[in-house]
């Protein structure tokens, strides 16, 4: 026994020493490649040695290396991005929109300092700021700005960031500031896949570094430029900003070379790094005009460029205000977006019982038009955005239509109602119109109590609308009154008001009473579609009961049946309808409220049957109770959906696929599986001619 111990022990002692050199040659390889573009190795050896490692740690995790390479394909376990407290100051920054304000703060910070000053000039880049924290030269840990003070911990995530070191070139200690950023063509690529396309790449950036799986953050080609950094001791502290920066860049960080230093004569006596510009203050104009005109061309965003004081000592004396240092000024370039305050974050219920948060701004002109109140969508918006109330953000109109809030530019420093000290403003746990606990499905939030009165106005105001059932002389005010004063609870009660109860009400004289009776009244001839459409089931909107109608679906019984055998595939079936589609549908048809509101319509009067289109020339019942399935080309019926329009007009049933459902297989020619698979489940097969003579 004791001798099989000393065997483990020498065998994991091996094992460390194997996972450490593993870790080491791939991490050169790693960083030889992604910073100096070098292949050392082939694909193939370096695939080989990769597997290895990942074997390795996977047998023995607690050896797997802070800096292990593994960590750049990130993980597929959930991480939790738990609050961390910052050990530096992360401001925001103070503004100049001129030349000469730029200038201008130059020269009176020059008066503060009492002497001479050089100041460096670095672009603003248009993405998500991050801290990450390196102890003995390996990172550690990787936080978002979050309010300043404290910020998410994100570091499973920017260690899959291939120019995020993970290990430096010497064992310091220190924290560094830097913009994670997704290149512009990247981001062209990636959004043309996206379900809900981002408004820019900023926003993926921040999307992305929030991920709970960091592996699907591995798959976002994102990339970073430090530019400021801390040491945890102060001997290792430059004196220069310029020279900070180039020992990151040294220590293995990725800095911007675009970058400028300006001094009273243009005279510089430390080293520069290559792309560096030099010059005198009456450069400054030319070198921003540069930098302007290079925007279009640099592949990444900027929204400005920081101007800084170039010695550090004389930050130190500056200081800071609360809100700013006052060592450094952002020179923002013009946008089309107005700057205001989110004075409050209203939640609204929908008529599905989704909660919106909306932001209640202080009213600011954008584009000619005067915004006040700003959708935020859901949670994971506001978190992208790590938005509170008191903020002060910028807002655009996005394709001049939609305002959004487009980032948050400066914190505020009260803390919200709701305490949450990262400065993010959560959507509260009780919906604020009937106290139901609120549920997260999927990215949104719920109020799934069906009586909660915010979703029965929301349902009627939608059953009322124009593009519904269209009742005249009931909008949302009118709506709204009937709820307080008990005439209106739910849809039904649309066609039960008691008017002679109603005449009298303030602002309900007789005449009044008689429009909303013939409104109402006229609704009630509104065909099958409009109704079933009215209702506001989810995923049951106008086009998806079309599809149910063109199928031959055309009758409230036929829908509950299928509804009711949980024949998911009668549904499938039907081109357009997507699984998550017709699982939504056949859940809400099966929800007993529902069932019993269409059952008061029903009773009402209210039309749950389509009426019967026109069959022409066909004998109308040659195909009632089949279902057909069309497959091939054919000579008299071209296109295809010819013939299933024939079939259709003689009561079949079309599908698109062979299912145990299916009665008879039209076959043209050229057809393939289709045949098979009819074959195999006995499906009667029925060529050209044949269908011709049925007819
Ligand atoms: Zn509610």
Redesign the pocket.
């Known amino acids: 026994m004791k001798y099989g111990k000393i065997v483990c022990m020498n065998s994991k002692i091996d094992q460390k020493q194997q996972i450490s050199a593993l870790s080491d040659k791939l991490r050169n390889y790693q960083d030889a490649y992604y910073r100096k573009g070098r292949q050392k190795i082939s694909d193939l050896e370096y695939d080989r040695l990769f597997d290895e490692l990942l074997r390795l740690e996977d047998i023995n995790p607690e050896l797997r290396l802070q800096d292990s390479p593994t960590h750049r394909v990130g993980s597929d376990l959930s991480s939790e991005l738990p609050e961390v407290s910052h050990t530096i100051p992360v401001l925001s920054l103070d503004k100049a929109y001129t030349l000469e304000a730029v200038v201008g703060w130059m020269q009176k910070t020059a008066v503060k300092a009492g002497r001479d000053l050089s100041f460096t000039v670095e672009e603003k880049i248009d993405g998500v700021s991050i801290v990450l924290y390196y102890k003995q030269g390996v990172l550690e840990r990787a936080v978002t700005r979050g309010n300043g003070y404290v910020g998410n911990d994100v570091t499973a995530n920017v260690r899959t960031i291939r120019s995020v070191p993970l290990r430096l070139k010497r064992p310091v200690s220190l924290a560094v500031r830097g913009e994670i950023y997704l290149p512009i063509e990247a981001f062209t690529r990636l959004n043309k896949k996206m379900d809900v396309p981002y408004a820019n790449p900023r926003n993926l950036t921040a999307g992305t570094i929030r991920r709970i799986k960091s592996r699907e953050t591995a798959a976002i080609p994102m990339e970073i430029f430090v530019y400021e950094g801390f040491f945890e001791n102060s001997n290792d502290q430059p004196e220069m900003h310029s020279e900070l920066t180039a020992l990151l860049d040294d220590l293995g960080f990725r800095t911007n070379s675009r970058f400028g230093i300006f001094t009273r004569d243009g005279k510089f006596n430390q080293p520069l790094l290559p792309g560096w510009t030099l010059g005198s203050f009456s450069r400054l104009g030319t070198f921003i005009e540069k930098s302007i005109a290079a925007r279009e061309t640099l592949g990444y965003e900027i929204d400005g460029l920081v101007v800084k004081v170039n010695e550090l000592d004389v930050r130190e004396e500056l200081g800071y205000t609360g809100h700013h240092p006052r060592w450094e000024v952002a020179y923002k370039f013009e946008s089309p977006e107005g700057e205001t305050v989110v004075e409050g974050i209203d939640v609204q219920?929908g008529r599905t019982?989704r909660i919106t948060p909306v932001a209640r701004v202080k009213p600011v002109k954008i584009g000619g038009s005067v915004v006040s109140n700003v959708t935020l969508h859901n949670q994971d918006y506001i978190n992208i955005l790590e938005l509170s109330v008191g903020d002060t953000v910028a807002v655009s109109k996005r394709g001049d239509v939609i305002p959004a809030v487009e980032r948050v530019l400066e914190k505020s420093e009260v803390e919200n109602e709701t305490g949450a000290v990262s400065g993010i403003w959560k959507i509260p746990s009780e919906?604020?119109?009937?106290?139901?606990v609120?549920e997260k499905i999927g990215a949104h939030t719920f109020?799934?109590?069906p009586?909660?009165?915010?979703?029965l106005f929301g349902r009627m105001q939608f059953f009322t609308a124009k593009a519904q059932m269209d009742i005249e002389n009931l909008g949302p005010e009118t709506i709204q009154f009937l709820m307080r004063e008990g005439f209106l609870k739910d849809i039904p009660d649309i066609y039960r008001i008691d008017y002679r109860k109603l005449a009298g009400n303030p602002g309900f004289g007789e005449k009044k009473c008689e429009l909303l009776q013939n409104g109402v009244e006229k609704s009630r001839k509104k065909p099958f579609s409009s109704v079933l459409a009215s209702l506001g089931i989810p995923d049951l909107g106008k086009k998806s009961v079309e599809l149910l109608l063109d199928d031959g679906i055309d009758d409230i019984d036929a829908l509950f049946a299928i509804v009711d055998q949980g024949d998911t595939d009668r549904l499938i079936g039907i081109k357009g309808f997507g699984t998550k589609t017709v699982e939504s549908i056949m859940s809400e048809l099966s929800k007993p409220v529902i069932r019993e509101r269409i059952r008061l319509l029903r009773e009402i009067g209210l039309l749950f049957r389509q009426e019967k289109r026109a069959l022409g020339d066909l004998p109308a019942q040659v195909f009632i109770g089949q279902v057909w399935c069309v497959t091939g080309s054919f000579i008299h019926f071209s296109p295809r959906s010819k013939a299933m329009e024939t079939v259709k007009l003689g009561g079949g049933r079309v599908v698109t696929a062979v299912t145990g459902s299916t009665t008879h297989l039209l076959a043209g020619s050229g057809v393939g599986s289709k045949l098979k698979k009819a074959e195999s489940l006995d499906i009667r097969i029925v060529t050209e001619d044949e269908f011709l003579e049925m007819l």
């Open positions: 219920v019982g919906c604020p119109s009937c106290g139901t609120l109020c799934t109590n009586e909660c009165p915010d979703q």
